[in-house]
């Protein structure tokens, strides 16, 4: 099977299941984050989200793990994300990776438009990825 | 607020070592409970620089409370394997306030650089971009 390489193909359009709490304290700990926000829900409440909300970067990660599944870990070269809302527990998102351009940004480079959504139609998360294009 | 005297601030830099254990809780958490040891391709994350003394929510005067994630950009120069040590050094790129219908926001733009330490290589590139939330 061919790999995307052209305007339009879709890289992936995979829905991640929710994270549970506990889940989600795991990937503080893995990532050394000690922001109280992702584990105390009284704290989160102070901060005006009514639970923990989900880490950002374990969106961004999601992303660069099934990118490097799509293309292979060596060919990525960018990734490049904005949080635009919270993720809360056990919400599950739908990540999509389309080719926007070959050639675009630098030569022998795809470039990638990102996007992750919840269930509602929110956007959580909208960027692109460089994915080296492929050697013969 | 956040002061714009902070752009160009650096902080010593510091080494960092995949811890295996970290590794395997950061796959767990994105649902690889395989027995993975290589480190995920976001490993490298400014969190752990706070362990190596580089407060940046204390230095920028970022309460947690009012701390958000805007967003990450990755790129990514050179492959990172379970035993390589990385030399990590940290600078506040960007600092910029913004007034809207929520308030004021301030947004900073951190850079941390991972080179490895066996050749100097740079590695990783990865980018932060952090908000203050105004209020109290």
Redesign the interface.
């Known amino acids: 099977m061919s790999l995307p390489s052209s305007a339009g193909d879709v890289v992936f359009d995979t829905e991640?299941?929710g994270?549970s709490r506990a889940?989600?304290a795991?990937?503080s700990?893995?990532?050394?984050?000690?922001?109280?926000?992702h584990v105390d829900a009284a704290?989160a409440e102070?901060?005006g989200f009514p639970q923990v909300i989900q880490?950002?970067?374990?969106t961004?990660?999601?992303f660069?793990?099934l990118l490097?599944r799509a293309f292979s870990?060596?060919r990525?070269?960018?990734?490049?994300?904005?949080?635009s809302a919270p993720v809360f527990p056990l919400e599950a998102l739908r990540l999509v990776a389309t080719v926007a351009a070959v050639a675009a940004v630098e030569a022998g480079r795809l470039r990638i438009d990102l996007q992750a959504t919840k269930a509602d139609g929110t956007v959580t998360?909208r960027?692109h990825a460089e994915v080296d294009a492929e050697t013969e | 607020m956040v002061s714009k005297d902070h752009e160009g601030r650096t902080y010593p830099p510091y080494r960092l070592r995949p811890d295996p254990e970290l590794v395997r809780k950061y796959w767990l958490a994105l649902g690889q409970s395989g027995a993975d040891a290589t480190p995920p391709l976001t490993y490298p994350i400014f969190l752990r620089g706070e362990r190596h003394g580089v407060e940046l929510f204390r230095d920028l005067d970022i309460p947690r409370h009012r701390a958000l994630h805007a967003g990450q950009r990755y790129e990514w120069f050179a492959p990172i394997g379970c035993d390589d040590e990385l030399e990590v050094s940290a600078r506040v790129e960007r600092v910029i306030e913004k007034t809207g219908k929520a308030g004021t926001l301030w947004f900073v733009d951190v850079v941390y650089d991972y080179r490895l330490l066996r050749n100097r290589e740079l590695a990783v590139r990865e980018t932060s971009r952090l908000i203050k939330r105004g209020g109290v």
């Open positions: 991640i299941a994270s889940t989600i795991l990937f700990e893995a990532t050394e984050d000690p922001n109280p926000i704290f102070r901060c880490q950002g970067p374990m961004t990660a999601h660069a793990r490097a870990a060596s990525l070269r960018v990734l490049d994300l904005a949080f998360a960027g």
